[in-house]
């Protein structure tokens, strides 16, 4: 397929409008979903929805213990799914959650997310990519400002812009440990990077990414133009973010830690194929290319009723 976004060419390139829609389900009424014409409209302008407390905390308590156990389990930190903290070198992220345990593959096909997620995309999914972040207490390191579709496009060949992350907070999001931060309308444009890839790049931007970031006087207009956002609020909330959508995040300065989970779903029509900028594909583990089979719904009672919240 042509490479509708040219990016990381070793020189600078405009910026340019998307070349995808944001919402795909538009006139579809086959993938109508939990989603009104507001929410709807709210996503086409900002790239993102917040859903403060999604969940309870009780129905967290199960994941928070598996992933206790998981951080005990010497054989799975020392893999390469699980990346260190570049400065302390604690766990910083797991990949592939949701192969490495049902109750977390079961979350991914929880009816309320899934059919946001649907409607959002305009038809059946898989999960992308899978991973949680965490950052321990007084030095949990940040995320530079990036876009995930560049990576995705640059690094796992993937086509176009249909994808969206679920982001679970698994911890309280507050002002001090590091929330993810967004600039708003900022999907609406592709910021191609400079920097050519280096072979092996994840290995280094999973820790620090340095590579497939805006320029900053990109950053600064479209900073200018949509404002910065965090979202805050309890464990149990969750953001749903386009897969353009520019996000950033600071390191935790409090002693509060922070773990967030990420689901990222790709339409099933938006498969990866050879990376547009970078010489080899990466791991599967970092971006699905076998586990593609579209999602099935679980059953609603699951899962605990959630009433869609205002503005
Ligand atoms: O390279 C990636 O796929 C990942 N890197 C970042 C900083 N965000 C998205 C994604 O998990
Ligand atoms: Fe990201």
Not at 85 to 96: I, K
Not at 156 to 165: E, K, L, W
């Amino acid at each position: 397929m042509a490479d509708r976004y040219q990016t990381r060419l070793g020189y600078k390139q405009e910026m340019f409008p998307r070349l995808d829609p944001v919402v795909h389900s538009r006139h579809r009424a086959r993938w109508d979903g939990p989603l009104d014409e507001e929410a709807l409209s709210r996503y086409e302008r900002d790239g993102f929805l917040w859903f403060e407390g999604f969940y309870s905390q009780e129905r967290l308590d199960p994941f928070q213990d598996e992933l206790k156990e998981m951080a005990k389990d010497t054989e799975l930190t020392q893999s390469e799914q699980v990346i260190q903290d570049p400065v302390s070198g604690e766990l910083r992220s797991v990949f592939a959650m949701h192969e490495l345990s049902e109750r977390f593959s079961r979350l991914t096909r929880d009816p309320r997310i899934l059919g946001m997620v649907h409607q959002l995309l305009g038809g059946d999914v898989y999960v992308h990519q899978s991973r949680i972040n965490d950052k321990f207490q007084f030095q949990g390191a940040g995320f530079e400002w990036h876009s995930d579709f560049e990576t995705w496009h640059a690094e796992d060949g993937m086509p176009a812009m249909r994808a969206v992350s679920a982001s679970l907070m698994l911890s309280d999001n507050n002002e001090f440990n590091g929330p993810v931060m967004l600039i708003p309308g900022s999907h609406q444009y592709f910021v191609p990077a400079v920097k050519e890839t280096p072979d092996q790049n994840w290995k280094d931007s999973l820790k620090s990414q340095r590579l497939g970031v805006p320029e900053r006087e990109d950053l600064e207009w479209l900073a200018n133009r949509g404002g910065i956002q965090a979202p805050k609020g309890p464990a149990g909330s969750l953001l749903l973010f386009e897969c353009n959508t520019l996000h950033a995040s600071n390191r935790n300065m409090s002693p509060w830690p922070r773990a967030n989970l990420f689901f990222v779903y790709n339409s099933i029509d938006n498969p990866l194929g050879a990376p547009y900028s970078a010489n080899e594909p990466r791991p599967e583990f970092l971006a699905a290319r076998q586990s593609i089979t579209p999602l099935d719904m679980l059953d609603e009672e699951d899962f605990q009723p959630f009433e869609m919240p205002g503005k």
